[in-house]
């Protein structure tokens, strides 16, 4: 799948996207897409702002939240993860460890029917000013190009949100650095 960098790879490196990601065991040979930012926030503080993620999908409400607000501020009890936990509406946790990954399947036969399978693994990762999530979208869905550029071009919209909106309430919430 050859797309414009911007849309497979928004804001990764090179070596981001030559890692390993828990997604990759769980849709090998399959389509890949990168997203990642950088958040002026520490590991912890990042990856409980992920956790939310259970809830609500943090991207344009009116379109994958049912116009329902996603919550500006962290929902107790979210940070404790389980496998088979419902994500994001259509979503649902297959692999995680603390302060590193979350990884997501679609969960649902209607949703698969319109997405394909998708596996989605968001990591975090220590930097020096704080950490970096980095998103590997597995996805093997229509072997219409057309319907993959779609899928790829409606991704980077919506995920570009989602992690720009987790980003400003995860540096919003951070410790304050003396």
């Known amino acids: 799948m050859s797309f414009v960098p911007a849309v497979e790879q928004w804001g990764s490196t090179p070596q981001e996207r030559a890692a390993a990601y ?10 890949a897409l990168f997203r990642a930012v950088d958040v002026r926030a520490p590991v912890a503080v990042v990856f409980r702002w992920l956790c939310q993620l259970r809830c609500a999908p943090y991207s344009y409400d009116w379109i994958d939240n049912l116009g329902k607000r996603s919550p500006p501020a962290l929902t107790p009890g979210l940070e404790r993860l389980a496998v088979g936990q419902r994500a994001m509406r259509v979503f649902s946790v ?10 997501v399947a679609v969960r649902s036969a209607r949703a698969k029917r319109v997405l394909g399978d998708v596996v989605v693994s968001y990591r975090v990762v220590a930097t020096d000013g704080g950490s970096r999530i980095v998103v590997k979208i597995a996805f093997r869905g229509s072997s219409n190009p057309v319907v993959r550029w779609l899928f790829a071009f409606g991704d980077l919209i919506m995920m ?15 410790p304050v650095r003396s």
């Open 160 to 174: 570009r949100k989602q992690l720009l909106t987790l980003k400003a309430l995860a540096e919003r919430s951070a």
């Open 22 to 31: 828990p997604c990759d065991a769980l849709l090998a040979r399959s389509a």
């Open 94 to 103: 297959v692999d995680f460890a603390l302060d590193d990954h979350i990884t």
